[in-house]
């Protein structure tokens, strides 16, 4: 049970989970290396399902499987990657049912996100690019319910992950923090990572829940916005000095007419 969320905002890109994993009855948030962020060569995966494809991943990273060299350039490559986790998962893993006569089906979801794309996954394998945000897993639909509501008023694309995944984890109770996010960067890419796992100084670990608070406030504290308000109010400013001195300028015309009628008068 998981909530995934992925937003493209201003030219950056952020992915996002919960930390809930559920055995039967029992659940945890505390297992060792726990997040369901995984890092591969060239993106961040992400799963919602069973827990046994993180152990898959795991595995291909430790052999060093050439399917991990995916650069998940396009839809195609992505495609191509879960076909290829299909194939093993039938051929190396013995974990598909392959009695059905159905199309590929995983019962898991997932995210491919890249310093440019965010891919989603359905569990038959379809692939689809989301522009600006999306949601998967358990508490998908109040998470994208919130993404709607903010995506335009807040300009800080980690704060939107955050409070969907907030939504989530406050209303399903298969959602459950710590919340891990990270930015993605092309600087994290590009070479065969030591762990399969999202770490280092770019995740955020967040314990607990921090709540909207006020949205106007937060979205007002990003820089982007601090700096269109600043150059929204510099505008005003000037308009109001402009019509300030025409003003006055009118005012002095007017005067300087009165004062001549008056002495016209006088004569």
Known sequence: MTILVAVKKNGRVFVGADRITTFGNEYFTDLVDGSKIMK????????????????VIEHL???NH????????SRAEVFSFFLELY??????????????????GIYNVFFIVTPENIFGIS???????????????AGSD?????????????????????????????FSVYCKEPLDIIEVKSS??????KSYKALGRGLKTLPKRKSAGNLAGTAQGSPTTRRALKKKASSQSTGKKGKSAADTKTGSSSTGSKKRRAVKKTR
Request: one cysteine or more; hydrophobic letters at 35%; proline letters at 2%.
């Open 66 to 73: 050439k399917m991990m060299d995916n650069a998940f350039k």
């Open 40 to 55: 591969l060569k060239h993106a961040y995966l992400a799963t919602s399902g069973y827990t046994l494809l993180d152990n």
């Open 87 to 104: 194939s093993e998962l039938k051929k190396s893993y013995t974990l598909v049912d392959t009695g059905k006569d159905t199309y590929a």
């Open 188 to 193: 994290d890419f590009g070479r065969q990572p």
């Open 61 to 63: 990273h430790a052999t």
């Open 142 to 170: 109040y998470a994208l319910g919130c993404l709607y509501g903010i995506y335009d008023t807040i300009t800080d694309g980690l704060e939107a992950v955050r409070l969907s995944l907030e939504a989530a984890c406050q």
């Open 123 to 137: 569990n038959n394998l379809s692939v689809h690019e989301y522009p600006q945000y999306a949601a998967k897993g």
